[in-house]
């Protein structure tokens, strides 16, 4: 069983920055692939990225590549969000999620655990 907790989500402006936290329970944790989803009113969530614990490669989805980047802590169990150059549409609740993966995955159905987001909103 994984635990995720998600942090750092607030109001800014556009072409602001804020950094999301995602700390993850358990040892099993760290053999886990990770990623950040998010969900706009009225849409499907969506992928944003995603990293592999263990090697640490990664995967940016194209509408926020160059302004989004995932990195990981290994010693304290955490995958960051840093979200630079925001815009309206980027407002969404953020999820963090786990699962039993080789690598950095795009696809929701891959993930089995969820943490319960975190709302970032960005004002015109």
């Known amino acids: 069983q994984v635990q995720l907790v998600e942090s750092g989500g607030g109001l800014v402006q556009a072409g602001g920055s804020l950094r999301l936290s995602c700390v993850g329970s358990?040892?099993?944790?760290?053999?886990?692939?990770l990623a950040w989803f998010r969900q706009a009113p009225g849409k499907e969530r969506e992928f944003v990225a995603a990293?592999?614990?263990?090697?640490?490669?990664?995967s940016v989805a194209d509408s926020v590549k160059g302004r989004f980047t995932i990195s990981r802590e290994y010693a304290r169990n955490t995958v960051y969000l840093q979200m630079n150059s925001l815009n309206p549409e980027d407002t969404a609740v953020y999820y963090c999620?786990?699962?039993?993966?080789?690598?950095?995955?795009?696809?929701?159905?891959?993930?089995?655990?969820w943490g319960r987001g975190t709302q970032v909103t960005v004002s015109s």
């Open positions: 999620a786990a699962g039993v993966l080789s690598g950095p995955r795009a696809g929701r159905n891959e993930y089995d655990y």
């Open positions: 358990g040892r099993a944790f760290r053999s886990y692939g």
């Open positions: 990293i592999s614990f263990i090697s640490g490669s990664t």
